[in-house]
């Protein structure tokens, strides 16, 4: 009986391998979406709502060409295999373009691609090395890395007058490239610094925040993603380094926030892309939709509003390009003029990047509101 | 019911398949996966040496196909020599990490032996992530160049995957008569009986270090092969969960074997993709399925065929 069984499990591994995969319809416009729906850290079920939303809206208002849009939607885990995999799999769906991945490591790692697919890929990896790449089918919808450190670090020397600052930063591409152009802003206008990293997966980081303590520090600057935030908030406070801090764009996203305790993290800075706390008439009806959408319950954060726009750009580009072929997706893409999105006015630099704007936030009883939007 | 003959052909099979599939599916999705699943086949076959015949359990496989990978790129990148040089650097890389991990074995068994190879995978992607200025860091390595064979540049998917099948054939077969030759029953003999091996004048500690040798040298050249099909590394790759779906390959497509390992590999590359209809589910699901086939089939999916046939061979009891 077991040996029945075990060979019965066998053939049905075998077969599920050699399954043939779902065949794509062709009265759609397919919009691909790579988003990190397993592994860890999760933030793709945000991406997913938050483009799929737009989606709904732009088949509400007729389509695009007199066509339905269809989201295809795959996970890239947290390995660039997989990531390189969901890829291939959107390209051989003759999707026309695509939105995502958020991390910078997924985003290089198949950059290559959609090159040679010819496919144009909006990402939100904010890491500078994007901006460097030689890819006329790579654009960015999200801040760089390079802007939101500058801001963070200028903001620390010439709004709270920081003259030793602390960075502590996660040893990943993101930390350590926010890490490596904050310490050079400072260096540059004379400021002293040390920088500590630590692994985003790490349960102690005692040892880096006494250095700091030691280096007698009067500021500290994060950089790591949200994961981090609950261990390294908690023990700066019960070390006592209680100094003016602040921090990537991680604090203000609401699964962050609800891990933190209120003395951790009160009266700490960041700069983000997106705020719910933003008045701007924009912002407040994407967040009233997206709650009727999804239910109040639902927390509305950065992923969602920038995942929103970039599906909407992209449906704005085919519109305009008046076609689904993908170089002139590219090319209407390029000739984008002041498209607004949530996250902020979408222009394309000659890079590709499309955002040059950060808001600068300050987190008071856990709730982080606005303080002004600084310029490129 | 297969016999050594009946696998034989199997492997026929195989081969004439791999080699028509591009004929038949154009699909870069369908290419690229069985390009990963040939390069993750090659651990497989080293693996299988030291894991699933020597059975000693390693886990710090990552670390060696990191070093492999890293090295075939920084030396490709940075002094821009030509990727086959590179490879000759990465075998020699592979020998002497073969032996180095070899001779804490002799001292350690079991849970120890693990935690041994589990650091020291730990300790490559360490240094690999924090000396930036060598190895690129987080940020990792770019712009890796392909393989050039006779003139030609393995620069599209279905170059490299004939390449690739080539280079698995290659070490399929090399696999293959270790695992027949008298090193092979060494290495089993190892695994059930240690004692007897040392009675029988056979030095265990020879052909220990010897698997391990063998085991590192695949994952070496296997991490050499990947550096170039992927054209960008980052140290987030080498994780410990890589090293444990080495061994899972293993264990799931059959110890001891060489299309157990061919299995495990095609499973464990192939089988989430294709659970992907699941939706938010395919990885739970996928490790359910491994869940149940190592408490069903310990000895792996191919070895439920291949021991009904040794089941039958056994003599009737007068």
């Known amino acids: ?376 | 019911m297969f016999s050594r003959k009946h696998t034989r052909k199997i492997y026929a099979v195989l081969i004439i398949a791999a080699l028509a599939f591009p004929l038949i599916s154009n699909n870069t999705y369908y290419i690229t996966m069985l390009c990963l699943a040939f390069i993750y086949m090659i651990v497989a076959f080293g693996l299988n040496f030291i894991t699933g015949m020597t059975g000693q359990v390693n886990l710090g496989t990552a670390g060696i196909f990191c070093i492999g990978a890293y090295t075939s790129a920084l030396l490709t990148t940075k002094t821009f020599i030509s990727p086959w040089l590179a490879l000759l650097v990465v075998i020699l890389f592979g020998f002497v990490i073969g032996i180095a991990l070899g001779y804490p074995s002799l001292r350690l068994k079991g849970v120890y032996l693990s935690l041994t190879t589990i650091a020291f995978g730990e300790i490559v992607r360490q240094l690999v992530n924090n000396m930036t200025d060598f190895t690129g860091g987080a940020h990792g390595v770019r712009a890796i160049p392909p393989y050039c064979l006779f003139g030609f540049e393995l620069n599209t998917k279905l170059r490299l995957y004939y390449f690739l099948l080539a280079v698995t054939i290659m070490f399929g077969l090399i696999a293959y008569r270790i695992i027949y030759s008298k090193w092979g029953r060494v290495f089993t003999a190892i695994r059930d009986n240690i004692d007897a091996v040392d009675t029988c004048g056979i030095s265990s500690s020879k052909v220990k270090i010897i698997a391990f040798t063998l085991a590192a040298v695949f994952a070496a050249i296997a991490g050499g092969l990947y550096a170039h099909y992927s054209g960008y590394i980052n140290p987030s790759t080498f994780t410990l969960n890589l090293s444990v779906s080495f061994v899972v390959m293993v264990m799931v497509g059959g110890s001891g074997t060489v299309l157990g390992s061919v299995l495990g590999a095609v499973l464990v590359s192939i089988l989430p993709e294709m659970l992907r209809f699941l939706g938010n589910y395919y990885q739970i699901v996928f490790y359910i399925l491994v869940f149940i086939c190592t408490i069903l089939i310990p000895n792996g999916i191919v070895n439920v065929f291949l021991e009904r046939q040794k089941t039958k061979a056994l003599p009737e009891k007068n």
Not at chain 1, 55 to 74: M, P, Y
Not at chain 1, 190 to 195: F, H, L, Y
Not at chain 1, 308 to 319: M, R, T
């Open chain 1, 1 to 376: 009986m077991k040996r029945t069984f075990s060979i019965l499990l066998a053939m049905m591994l075998l077969l599920t391998v050699l399954a043939p995969s779902v065949v794509a319809s062709e009265e759609t416009i397919k919009i691909g979406l790579l988003a990190t729906l397993t592994g860890y850290p999760l933030n793709g079920e945000h991406m997913a709502k938050g483009a799929q939303m737009a989606v709904d809206e732009i088949n509400e208002a007729g389509g695009i060409l007199g066509k339905k849009v269809e989201l295809d939607i795959q996970d890239v885990g947290n390995t660039t295999d997989v990531g390189i995999n969901s890829c291939n799999l959107l390209i051989s769906n003759k999707v026309v373009s695509i939105v995502g991945p958020h991390y910078s490591s997924t985003c290089l790692a198949i950059e290559n691609l959609i090159n040679a697919a010819k496919i144009p890929m909006l990402v939100g990896g904010t890491s500078p090395k994007i901006a460097k790449i030689d890819n006329d089918y790579l654009f960015r919808i999200r801040a760089s890395d390079t802007m939101q450190a500058v801001a963070a670090a200028k903001y620390l020397v010439e709004g709270l007058d920081a003259k030793n600052v602390a960075i502590l930063y996660g040893s990943d591409d993101f930390g350590t490239g926010g890490m490596e152009i904050a310490s050079e802003h400072f260096s540059s206008v004379g400021v002293d610094w040390v920088a500590h990293p630590f692994n985003n997966e790490d349960t102690d980081v005692t040892t880096q925040i006494l250095k700091c303590i030691t280096s007698g520090c009067d500021s500290v600057m994060i950089w790591a993603t949200e994961a981090a935030y609950p261990i390294v908030a908690r023990q700066l406070y019960e070390l006592g380094l209680i100094v003016p801090t602040i921090t990537n764009p991680s604090l203000a996203v609401d699964s962050c926030l609800a891990q933190l305790e209120q003395e951790w993290v009160e009266d700490w800075y960041c700069v983000t892309d997106f705020l719910t706390s933003n008045s701007e008439e924009k912002v407040q009806n994407f967040i009233k939709a997206y709650e009727a959408k999804y239910g109040t319950e639902e927390s509305v954060d950065l992923h969602c509003a920038a995942y929103y726009s970039g599906v909407k750009l992209v449906a704005d580009a085919i519109e305009r390009a008046g076609s689904t072929d993908t170089d002139a997706i590219r090319n209407a893409l390029m000739e984008t003029k002041d498209f607004e999105g949530i996250i902020g006015t979408m222009n394309p630099n000659e890079n590709g990047e499309f955002i040059h704007e950060i808001i600068l936030a300050q987190c008071n009883d856990l709730k982080v509101s606005y303080i002004k939007t600084i310029g490129e």
